[in-house]
Every structure is written in C-alpha cells, then in structure tokens.
C-alpha cells in the first residue's frame, strides 16, 4: 500500500493535536476523504502570509501536459507563488505544525503556494495529481513524486465566491480565515 499522511481521527473526535495548537474538527468524510479543520491558522498568521506572498505573486500556472515544464493554463486565472521549504519564520511554523497534525515529514511536501483569486477567478474542476500518462508528469513525478493529499489552507474572507468545490461529492466548502480542508487522494 502507499504510504499516506493520517489526520489521527477517532470516532467522535473534535479537536486533533498539530504541535503548537490544537485544531478543531468541523466535518469528517470517508469516501472521499475529507476533513474540514478550524483554527490552523491565527488571523495574524493568515495576515502574514498574505503579506510576505504579495511581492511575489504572478500568474498562476500548470503543468504543461505534453511538453513538461509549466504553461499559463485558461482553466487557472489565480496569481500565485510557492514559497521555498523554511522561507520565513512564518512559513517554517507553519510547516511544523501541518507536519504535525499529518504524521508526514516536512521534507515530503511540496513548498507552501498562496493563491489569490480576483472577482471571476477560478480553477476550474480538476484532480490533483500528476497524470502518470501525460509525458508532461514525468519530470515533476522524478523530482517530487505524486500527491497523494492535499490541504488547502483560506487565509481570508471574501464576499461572495471563493468555494472549493468538490463535484463528485457536490460539497462546497466556503472559505474562512484560518480554517483548512484536507483531501486525500
């Protein structure tokens, strides 16, 4: 079997330990494997992350399916940047703590990516994983491997949009500062 990140959720649990912070559990699905968490992140955290990403913040991009590398993709209209393993002390707790709460090294992650999406921004439905039969996957699965999870982390508040939207399941998640949704894959 693959070896997989484990949220530790017993029946009825509502709080799980991430280290520096308990984090409360919203909702919890088997199939597929999603957890809404809240309070990962303080308002000042999300306020600073928010802050130290805006510098460098450009067009989103994917990767390119058939050629490798990365391409501008009309499916993705964000601005985003990723930021390096340990960047800033803001970054390396935040490592700490979901490395914690997922019993997975830090070193298996990929580097935290912030994402900004303005009025009528979208992504449009995809799954988050590297298709091992686009030639353009082999690159990025040499480098880093697939994923085989993600946590999607709502640094703000928006007025109205915003959602993570999970179609086989019709779940939409709305965003919150500090609250987390994780999917495993």
Known sequence: ????????????????DAGDRHVQVLLSMQRP?????????????CAQLIAEA???MARSRTVAKEAGGEEINPDRT?????FQRGQTP????????????LQWPVERG???????YRPGAQYKPHHDYFNPQDP?????????GQRVATLVIYLNTVSAGGCTYFPESQL???PRPGQAVYAQL
């Open 110 to 116: 990929e580097g935290l990516q912030v994402l900004n």
């Open 136 to 144: 353009g996957s082999a690159p990025v699965l040499r480098r880093g």
């Open 78 to 82: 964000s601005d985003g940047m990723f």
């Open 172 to 174: 939409r998640i709305h």
């Open 54 to 56: 805006r510098p460098a």
């Open 1 to 16: 079997s693959v070896e997989m990140p484990d949220l530790r959720l017993q029946d009825g649990c509502n709080a799980l």
């Open 33 to 45: 494997r999603l957890v809404l968490l809240d309070q990962l992140l303080s308002p000042e955290e």
């Open 90 to 101: 803001t970054v390396r707790a935040l490592e700490a703590r979901i490395a914690h709460l």
